[in-house]
Nanobody, 121 residues
Framework: QVQLVESGGGLVQAGGSLGLSCAAS????????MGWFRQAPGKEREFVAA????????DYADSVKGRFTISRDNAKNTVYLQMNSLKAEDTAIYYC??????????????WGQGTQVTVSS
């Protein structure tokens, strides 16, 4: 069964930190590009960060560069998103996604259900 399950969302004050995790089925993780996306109320879903299968290459949206860090643990089939210096505009539902293609910004194949992140100002 294909599965991506996010966890770690919650409420945090502006300037604070929060870490998200996404546990994946091995079949769609080990050699897959993993990404994080987010969707704020009334807005389209947008790319946040991605990491290639080995963890050697990452990509970030300009809005989160220097504040967010994506990483993965292939032994645990888990991808992480560490979010620091959070801003009110980071408030959104955050989605984990995986795709067999190389690192890039495109419509990923597999998606999680999402986890809510709310940043209070």
């Amino acid at each position: 069964q294909v599965q991506l399950v996010e966890s770690g969302g919650g409420l945090v004050q502006a300037g604070g930190s929060l870490g998200l995790s996404c546990a994946a089925s091995a079949r769609i993780f080990r050699s897959y590009t993993m990404g994080w996306f987010r969707q704020a109320p009334g807005k389209e879903r947008e790319f946040v960060a991605a990491i290639n299968w080995s963890g050697s290459n990452t990509d970030y949206a300009d809005s989160v560069k220097g504040r967010f860090t994506i990483s993965r643990d292939n032994a645990k089939n888990t991808v992480y998103l560490q979010m620091n210096s959070l801003k009110a505009e980071d408030t959104a539902i955050y989605y984990c996604a995986s795709d067999p293609r190389r690192l890039g910004k495109y419509e990923y194949t597999h998606w999680g259900q999402g986890t809510q992140v709310t940043v209070s100002s």
